[in-house]
């Protein structure tokens, strides 16, 4: 009995070794699993940035080739908020514009999805007697460009 209680307590005494390597190892493995998914995250972000910085500069290059045309008075982009993201107007027609045509694109997409709850709103063009307001709306941009009618 009392070597059969050795083992035992031997056995029990290998097994808390065992136990606390394998808990040490697990706890080494989740700090450097940690590390691997911060880097990850870093590199995301870093690469999201980038992303976004090559995504802006075709924007700009977008807008100038559509200011460019001839008749083109400006372009003005905008958040999903409707606040003036990008813009070739003065301040304060950029401001007045995009309340005013946030406003309109609201009612009209409601208006389209009351006739047909399937379709929706791609394009919306006005025309007035001194401008012609074309307006490609989109769940986070709206792209607006005025310009003189063309008769």
């Given at each position: ?8 307590h ?37 690469y999201q940035?980038?992303y976004k910085l090559?995504?802006m ?23 999903g908020?409707?606040v ?16 005013v045509?946030t406003?309109?694109?609201?009612k ?9 709850p399937t ?13 012609e ?5 989109d769940?986070?941009f ?8 063309v008769?």
């Amino acid at each position: 009995m009392f070597i059969w209680c050795n083992q035992t307590h031997s056995s029990i005494f290998i097994f808390s070794i065992l136990h606390r390597a394998f808990f040490e190892v697990y706890f080494q493995l989740k700090v450097v699993l940690n590390l691997f998914l911060l880097l990850y995250i870093i590199f995301i972000d870093k690469y999201q940035r980038y992303y976004k910085l090559l995504k802006m500069t075709e924007v700009d290059d977008t807008l100038k080739r559509i200011q460019s045309h001839k008749g083109v008075v400006g372009t003005i982009v905008i958040n999903g908020e409707g606040v003036p993201i990008r813009s070739t107007l003065d301040n304060t027609m950029t401001v007045h514009y995009a309340a005013v045509i946030t406003e309109i694109i609201e009612k009209t997409r409601n208006g389209v999805r009351d006739l047909d709850p399937t379709n929706e709103l791609t394009i919306l063009r006005i025309r007035t007697k001194k401008h012609e307001i074309m307006i490609a709306p989109d769940s986070e941009f709206m792209m607006i460009v005025i310009q003189e009618p063309v008769e």
